[in-house]
Nanobody, 116 residues
Framework: QVQLVESGGGLVQAGGSLRLACATSGRTLLMVHMSWYRQAPGKEREFVASVRGSRAYYGDSVKGRFTISRENTENTVYLQMNNLKPDDSAVYYC???????????WGQGTQVTVSL
């Protein structure tokens, strides 16, 4: 089993920044994929970013503004979010998984609210 705990969400004004953290524990050695997704009320869950080894991938809506990073010594994945917009408001979820199932495990989510 793998446990994921997100933190760092909150309320921020448009143009501001937040850094989300996803702390992992348990059998994390095989968790080569680490991802962030988000879901706003009434919308489907949306891919935000993922990291596998040294390669990072981003959703089109966050490219150039968000950065995902993984600190293996801390078993933590971060999502640095800059130049936030009201449309970025959502619950942000961390996911971890193997090559065969990249989103096998999910955290409980952390709320991000961006005001005008």
């Amino acid at each position: 089993q793998v446990q994921l705990v997100e933190s760092g969400g909150g309320l921020v004004q448009a143009g501001g920044s937040l850094r989300l953290a996803c702390a992992t524990s348990g059998r994390t050695l095989l968790m080569v994929h680490m991802s962030w997704y988000r879901q706003a009320p009434g919308k489907e869950r949306e891919f935000v970013a993922s990291v596998r080894g040294s390669r990072a991938y981003y959703g089109d809506s966050v490219k150039g503004r968000f950065t995902i990073s993984r600190e293996n010594t801390e078993n933590t994945v971060y999502l640095q979010m800059n130049n936030l917009k009201p449309d970025d408001s959502a619950v942000y979820y961390c996911a971890a998984g193997t090559t065969l199932d990249p989103t096998q495990y999910w955290g409980q989510g952390t709320q991000v609210t961006v005001s005008l």
